[in-house]
């Protein structure tokens, strides 16, 4: 028997960078929502470990050098299997995602992962030991491993569920390139702009930034091009790009807006990536 678990594209619909900490993390204060969509994790269990890539992003993953034996997915499950037992486990990630694109694509996958093998193994899905996990494999784990909208403070792994705006169509875009994280952090200006707003999530992420955009989009200059043609689009209640980029993302009024734009994006732009979605 295995279990099979979405992996959901995340989105930040307002991510305020506060300050460098000493640890080498920043302090962040961000909204995090999820898709109805993403990648797909498979884990049922094995005589022996194995890890398999499918999807039409496998290939990618694998020239990044995270499709290996050695991923997070893999760290994962290890991680799991130290703390509570259980595996050996086959693996298979669908990925469907872009790698490197600022929508927890490898973070979403490391929360399915860990969910997978909780449900196998008798564990509950919010074990506090199994958020420890998570948070030790990255600052945006613990978030995905929620997998609701929340308010992340700290590093973004103190988390305060909110309430959503569940079913708010959502086009992400992506022009093709990856941007380093790191690099984008780095490019930060260290100025602090002030907290977020107070309101509902929506009215929140409105009033609110992604201060790493000017670092990405001088990384990446296309960047600004998608956030403006983003803009543009009829029916468009929030443009902005998404994490440390390069995917930007849109909310709209009503699906056929949605629909809409992304035939027309995919029309002008058919090299970039494009997904409708929900907001879950």
């Known amino acids: ?5 979405l992996a959901p594209a995340k989105i930040n619909l307002a991510l305020h960078v506060r300050l460098r900490r ?30 398999n890539l499918t999807g039409p992003f496998g290939a990618a993953l694998a020239a990044s050098g995270a499709g290996g034996d050695d991923n ?11 703390q509570f037992g259980g595996g050996p486990w086959a693996i298979t990630l669908d990925k469907h ?16 992962t860990l969910r997978a093998c909780a449900r196998l193994s008798g564990v509950a899905v919010d074990d506090p030991r199994l958020f420890a996990i998570a948070e030790s494999l990255g600052a945006d784990v613990p978030a995905c491993l929620l997998g609701r909208s929340a308010i992340g403070t700290g590093k973004g792994e103190q988390l305060v569920p909110v309430a959503g705006v569940s079913g708010i169509p959502v086009l992400l875009v992506n022009p093709g390139v990856a941007v380093s994280t790191a690099a984008v952090f780095r490019g930060w200006d260290g100025v602090d702009r002030g907290a977020l707003a107070t ?12 201060d790493l ?3 990405a989009r001088a990384i990446a200059p296309v960047i600004a091009d998608v956030v403006a043609r983003l ?23 009503d699906a056929r807006a949605c629909a809409d734009a992304g035939a027309a994006m995919r029309s002008v732009k058919p090299d970039w990536w494009c997904l409708e979605s929900a907001l879950a």
């Open 199 to 210: 309101g509902t999530l929506l009215e929140r992420a409105k009033a609110g930034r992604n």
């Open 22 to 51: 000493n640890d080498g993390y920043h302090a962040l204060e961000t909204l995090f929502a999820f898709l109805a969509h993403g990648d797909s994790v498979r884990v049922a269990p094995a005589d022996l470990p194995s890890f």
């Open 231 to 253: 803009e543009a689009l009829p029916g468009v209640l929030l443009a902005r790009m998404s994490g440390s980029g390069a995917t930007c993302f849109a909310l709209f009024e």
């Open 72 to 82: 997070l997915v893999t760290r994962a499950a290890a991680a799991f299997a130290t």
């Open 213 to 215: 955009e000017p670092p």
């Open 97 to 112: 995602l872009p790698v490197a694109s600022g929508i927890g694509g490898g973070s979403a996958d490391a929360a399915a």
């Open 1 to 5: 028997m295995g279990i099979d678990e």
